[in-house]
């Protein structure tokens, strides 16, 4: 019996958890369940922690943790940070960025707010509808007199147009930097990402392929911009009681850095999770209607962080309604990054008609819709959830139906 019946005379009710059955998971599944590396080295590290009584400002863990990842990323300096937000705001500052940025609108907001945090206008370029990252095409649009430098974001682990975006840095005489929040374990050309433009910025917050809690690091072969950061990330402290710049605490504690550790011992394991998913994922989807999976680049390295997936109009069900399905069985797809930063505060009240210049962007945060993955989810999650997707398709109407029914609700 369900709390709102279908009415009399309507489209035969699909088992779905919408139409009152039970659903298909009696716990929630979420995008962005952290990946735990090994428990035992994590907690172990921490009994070391606890016993030196050294619990930050650069203890052995953040020291060697930034050792790992410039090894693994083939780049000279790595400065842990706090938060890869924060990080941002050093790098962005570092290099005297000022007037206009030009980023994505098709990114989480702190891409943008690291910008405007320091006064330097963020200015919204459309994307690539293939890769949703920056489409050069549209950032050459965007440069004006107060343009100093391009933010580009390798979205869902996928390299920007970095040789074609570095070519009209170089050409215009822009700085060029990077979000490299979600690109961590990925590469293009064959190099690690870490190593393109002038620096590029990581995060590891909880919900990232490789985590430590919160977290971040900016990567550059520039050793003097690495000084820098340094010296800002560190309150301007250059030895005891010297302090020879202006800084902030932007620093990383050692039990954040034991758990980057821990997990980068693991990291072959979550990709190689991680691609199982996205494999089974991709059998699974393939042939319904209207849902499209994003690609990799099979011949680069990719962390499969991101089970990126379009719901088009041929899915007779748009991509919002297809979330209220998969939310009433207890999976918590998201819509990253709806509405779009140009649509958010402060943003929107300054640029109202940003997204007329952004055609792919509005229509790119229309239909993506992300699936849970990472380690806390099994193949047999994923069938499971391809048959709520498939069932809801094949009753679209009657799943529409049932939507407006719940939603006229009083
Ligand atoms: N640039 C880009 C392109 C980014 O995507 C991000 C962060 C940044 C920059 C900034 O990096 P940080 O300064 O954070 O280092 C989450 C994360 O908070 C955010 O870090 C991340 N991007 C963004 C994509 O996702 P929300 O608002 O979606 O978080 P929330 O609380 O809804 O959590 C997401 C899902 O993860 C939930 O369904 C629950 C699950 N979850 C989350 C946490 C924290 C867990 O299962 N366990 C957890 O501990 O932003």
Redesign the pocket.
């Known amino acids: 019996m369900t709390d709102n019946p279908q009415p009399r005379g309507e489209l035969a009710a699909p088992k779905l958890a919408l139409f009152g059955a039970l659903p298909a998971f009696s716990d929630t599944l979420?995008?962005?369940?952290?990946n735990i590396g090994d428990r035992e080295r994590f907690l172990a590290r921490v009994n070391d922690i606890l016993d030196r009584r050294w619990l930050t400002n650069r203890g052995n863990y953040v020291i060697e943790l930034e050792r790992r990842i410039a090894e693994i990323t083939g780049v000279r300096n790595c400065v842990l940070v706090c938060?890869?937000?924060?990080g941002?705001e050093l790098l962005i500052r570092a290099l005297s960025l000022r007037g206009e940025v030009i980023v994505p609108a098709f990114?989480?907001v702190?891409?943008a707010h690291a910008l405007q945090w320091q006064e330097i206008t963020p200015v919204f370029a459309d994307i690539d509808p293939d890769t949703h990252c920056l489409d050069p095409a549209s950032v050459e649009r965007m440069i004006t007199a107060k343009t100093t430098g391009i933010l580009g974001?390798h979205?869902w682990g996928r390299p920007c147009a970095i040789d074609r975006l570095t070519g009209i840095a170089a050409s215009k005489n822009l700085e060029l930097i990077f979000?490299a929040?979600?690109a961590f374990g990925c590469s293009h050309a064959g190099r690690m990402i870490g190593a393109f433009g002038r620096a590029e910025v990581f995060?590891?917050?909880?919900?990232?392929f490789i985590n430590t809690f919160?977290?971040?690091a900016i990567v550059t072969n520039d050793d003097a911009l690495a000084e820098k950061l340094r010296l800002m990330q560190n309150f301007g402290f250059s030895g005891y009681d010297n302090v020879i710049y202006l800084g902030t605490n932007g620093k990383m504690s050692e039990v954040c850095a034991a758990m980057g550790l821990s997990n980068i011992d693991g990291m072959d394991e979550i990709v190689a999770r991680n691609r199982g998913n996205y494999q089974s994922y991709q059998h699974r989807l393939a042939g319904l209607r209207g849902i499209t999976m994003l690609k990799h680049d099979d011949t680069e390295r990719c962390n499969f962080q991101y089970v990126v997936v379009e719901v088009g109009d041929e899915a007779g069900l748009t991509r919002d309604e297809l979330i209220e399905v998969l939310h009433a069985e207890n999976i918590?797809a998201?819509r990253?990054f709806f509405p779009g930063v140009h649509r958010m505060e402060p943003y929107r009240s300054r640029f109202p008609d940003a997204g007329r210049l952004l055609p792919v962007t509005e229509r790119i945060c229309r239909l993506v819709l992300l699936l849970p993955t990472g380690n806390a989810v099994c193949n047999d999650d994923i069938l499971r959830i391809g048959d709520v997707i498939e069932t809801a398709l094949s009753h679209a109407p009657a799943v529409r139906q049932r939507i407006r029914h719940l939603n006229d609700k009083p």
């Open positions: 979420h995008v962005g369940r952290p938060n890869a937000t924060v941002l990114t989480f702190a891409t974001v979205l979000d929040a979600h995060s590891f917050h909880a919900t990232k919160e977290g971040g918590i998201r990253y």
